[in-house]
């Protein structure tokens, strides 16, 4: 779905991304960075608005930087301000959408009835767009994005000025778009919780610099290197035998975390629980929230 | 929430090629400059001067040929001069009007808004882009101007004696569609420039004034005062009307070149189009 070699974008002294390298496979993309990452920058250049200093950006297998107006017909893109036509109804909004993105005149109108039903708008959407509320504005810019059929949709703070249930409903519908409507997405958002709730593979950005990129699944489990293990009783007495063997241990009320040794594996624990006659209720890899991951992927990053 | 999905298929037909796109953004934009209450306004009381001149020139002319048929001296016609004072003096503050509500907010609305935004996130160039936002402002602006211009020339043209006047007097239908598109152009292009350079419709409106009217007031002021013609140079509407009054055959109001107010139109509109097609080339700046 998309291949950065080598990309560099600078502005003035300013490097807004430096040698990222990246290949993504199609499927629900998170991307997070703090403020300056260069998440917005990446956007633009991936919709073929801004040309790269250096490298190469291959989207949907479009070169982004020789042929963006293909691109661009195939790519969505949800931006987080507001992107309205003043002036217009929903309809007329989402039409004119797809139309600008080539779709003929009377498949772009059905397509945008179609749409607005999806993100739930179908008895406004005869009024005008300024007149809508934050949630209902961003119900439509969801619409705007997907109307002209896209293989991969851009979403950049989807969830902004909602309210909870607004928040709730809006990753409900994004996370079913790729089932839905076979299309690649690449979210990016600074609430975490909206990146775990709708993403399976993450992409990290900090000051212009790739920090990480995979699964979601591996980040959460792979920055913790650690088990979580539960016993019947006394957890403290299999503590102290492990601590013995060299692994760092944490108790979490009736659960320990523990850190093997280099070299060790899980049969350390198993044999230590055998040794202090304790019975195992539980053992698997320990998983730390996404904001934990980001946190010590940001660290590792300044570190380096 | 229950999700309503009324049915999904992939679209596997043609795209529409980047003509039929121009020609869909440029009619959008025309819709939308020409919806609001006030241009509809302006472009029908900017009519009603054009009644005015229509009743002078008429008067002009049936006077002129009464006298001439009762024997008296042949005169000057001084009627179609009036073709030239309805485009300028009457329709110049209407097309002004009229850059106003739809030239200066053009490009700096849709980056307040987020359309900018909306456009350029779509398979839409620079070149139509500006080529639509161009094509909308100044067509409104220039059908202030040519339409009674055209009217007051057909008038004219209608009035005349016989066949052989008729077409000595056609001319003067051109020099009136010449000026009126001079006019919308020199009226829309700076305007649009200065839209691009801000993200505030009224900043852009509020600097399109000042440039329009202080040279003018200034120029002309100057001119007169130090008795240099060239100063008036400095002012638009100065210029427009010394190329007017070449395109009409009417002594021009300072005794300058007619190829300078024509370089000055000129220079503007060259550094008009330059400072709108660099600012678009920008658009991560805008958007």
Known sequence: MLRLVDLSKRYGSVEALQSIDLQLKKGKVGLLGPNGAGKSTLFKILLGLVAPSRGQVEVLGFDAAARPLALRERVGYMPERDSLVPGLDAVELCTFAGELCGLPPAEARERANSVLSYVGLDDKRYLKVTTYSTGQKQRVKLAQAIVHDPELLLLDEPTNGLDPRGRDEMLALIAQLPERRGCSIILSSHLLPDVE???EDIVVLDAGRLRYTGPMAELRGANSGGYEVEVKADPEKLAVLLRAKGCEVSREGQRLGVWLPDGADTSLILREATTGALQIRHLAPRRVS???AFLEVLKKGEAA | MTIRDLGYKPYEGDRLASRARQMLLTKRSLALAWAPGLVKATMIVGLL???????????????RMMIMGAGGPATADDATNWIYYGIYWCQL?????????VAAPAVAGDVASGAFQFYFARPITRGHYAAAKLVAAGVLVTLVVAIPGLLLAMLRLG???DGAEALGLL???????????VMGLSL????LALSALTRKPGYAQGGWSAIFFMPWVLGEGLAASADMPLLALFSLPTCLRLVGQGLFGIERSYDLHILLPVGVVVAILSLSVWTLWSRLS????LA
């Open chain 2, 93 to 101: 503050w209407f097309a002004f009007a009229m850059s106003l509500l």
């Open chain 2, 188 to 191: 829309t292009l700076p305007a």
């Open chain 1, 290 to 292: 996404l904001e934990t």
């Open chain 2, 171 to 181: 001319p003067y239908v051109l020099s009136a569609l010449l000026f009126s598109v």
């Open chain 2, 49 to 63: 001067p054009l009644l005015v001149c229509a009743v002078i020139l008429y008067f002009k002319v049936k006077a």
């Open chain 2, 159 to 161: 009035l005349a004696k």
């Open chain 2, 282 to 285: 920008r658009v991560e700046d």
């Open chain 1, 197 to 199: 709730a709708v993403c």
